[in-house]
């Protein structure tokens, strides 16, 4: 099965790549840079997410260079963790650019590649559903989520699902910026006592790229630790 992961230089982009190449993936890359395990990645290309012009090369690349895919998952995400006091337009411009308008790209571009039961798995935000202090991100992962359902009722008639995942808190390097004192308040609040691996979001893709899951589309799978129950 031919995957296009989006993001996977990112700690959780990392593991999803592991992930999946240990189960049999032929993984294609996106992003700023080269992942640092280049081994479940065979076929990369740099790409700047917030740039449109690139992200558009970078389909038409693709689509000269393979004939299908099975799966697009977009793992990219841009957090600044700024205070909205300080929040620049052109900051609200990158954020949207890279977290959603690039998804957005990217799947208008690609899923026409997919194959009859293909999956397109988008990595939202518990922020999504709770909000950030960081006001553009979870305004952003909260469009991807509107996104999510759009082109799972798009796609459906083609076959292809299309699911996203909320995850909370993850340790990556992202994470590791956020201020003592929220990662204290996160861990109070989580009812697990702690933050998640990026490994335990890379389960939850894998299962929904399974053909064997075949009856899910325009779902969202939280993976919190219980930092919020609905």
């Known amino acids: 099965m031919r995957t296009l992961l989006?993001?996977?230089?990112?700690?959780?982009?990392?593991?999803?790549a592991r992930r999946l190449g240990e189960q049999g993936h032929s993984l294609i890359g996106f992003d700023r840079k080269k992942p640092a395990d280049?081994?479940?990645?065979t076929?990369?290309?740099?790409?700047?997410?917030?740039?449109?012009?690139?992200?558009?090369?970078?389909?038409?690349?693709?689509?000269?260079d393979v004939c299908s895919l099975w799966s697009i998952v977009y793992c990219a995400g841009m957090y600044p963790i700024v205070s909205l006091e300080e929040y620049t337009i052109q900051l609200w411009d990158e954020v949207h650019n890279v977290n959603v308008k690039a998804a957005f790209v990217i799947c208008q571009k690609l899923h026409s590649l997919l194959v009859e039961g293909g999956r397109i798995v988008i990595i939202a935000s518990g922020a999504a559903q709770i909000g950030s202090r960081d006001i553009a991100y979870s305004a952003s992962k909260a469009a991807l989520?509107?996104?999510?359902?759009s082109l799972a009722l798009n796609l459906a008639s083609k076959g292809i699902r299309v699911n996203a995942v909320c995850p909370g808190p993850v340790e990556t390097p992202m994470s590791e910026?956020?201020?003592?004192?929220r990662i204290r308040d996160y861990?109070?609040?989580i009812l697990l006592r702690r933050f998640g691996q990026p490994e335990e979001i890379a389960v939850a893709v894998e299962f929904?790229?399974?053909p064997v899951n075949s009856y899910m589309t325009g779902a969202t799978v939280d993976i919190n630790g219980g930092l919020y129950l609905r």
């Open 208 to 210: 929904l790229l399974d």
């Open 38 to 41: 280049t081994g479940p990645v």
């Open 6 to 16: 989006i993001g996977c230089s990112g700690g959780i982009g990392t593991a999803i």
């Open 43 to 64: 076929l990369f290309y740099k790409v700047d997410l917030n740039d449109t012009g690139q992200v558009v090369n970078a389909c038409g690349q693709l689509m000269t």
């Open 187 to 189: 861990k109070h609040r």
């Open 177 to 181: 910026r956020m201020p003592e004192d």
């Open 145 to 149: 989520l509107g996104l999510t359902k």
